[in-house]
């Protein structure tokens, strides 16, 4: 059963942040949001990208914003290790998620929810 002080954690630990993603066209983004949507804290990730965002030939950029949960109260931490596990793989140093080339965590955008 779900705790009171669990619930109430979970609300005042709540951020969000907004992420410019920059993907190889022939990846899908639908498949690269659900694996980062699928990365543990992220709670929701939306595609608010612009109609008239800048692309190049063969890179997409895909505005996000991301929702999370920050355990320790430190989102700044969190940012870090979300970077890590987009771009990273534990093994062999390979891209964790298929497509992705960078991801850029815009900090101004950073707030509690």
Do not use: C, H, W
């Not at 109430?8 to 993603?21: H, R």
């Not at 990846?27 to 692309?55: C, E, F, G, M």
């Amino acid at each position: 059963m779900i705790k009171f002080a669990d619930i109430l954690t979970e609300i005042l630990n709540t951020y969000e942040i907004d992420v410019i993603i920059k993907s190889n066209k022939n990846q899908n983004i639908s498949d690269i949001l659900d694996q980062i949507r699928a990365l543990r804290k992220i709670t929701t990730v939306r595609n608010i990208t612009p109609p008239d965002y800048p692309q190049k030939e063969n890179i997409e950029y895909t505005k996000v914003n991301i929702k999370f949960l920050s355990k320790t109260g430190k989102p700044e931490e969190d940012i870090k290790e979300f970077e890590q596990e987009i771009l990273t793989s534990d093994q062999d140093d390979n891209q964790k998620i298929l497509g992705v080339i960078g991801a850029k965590f815009d900090t101004n955008t950073l707030r509690r929810l």
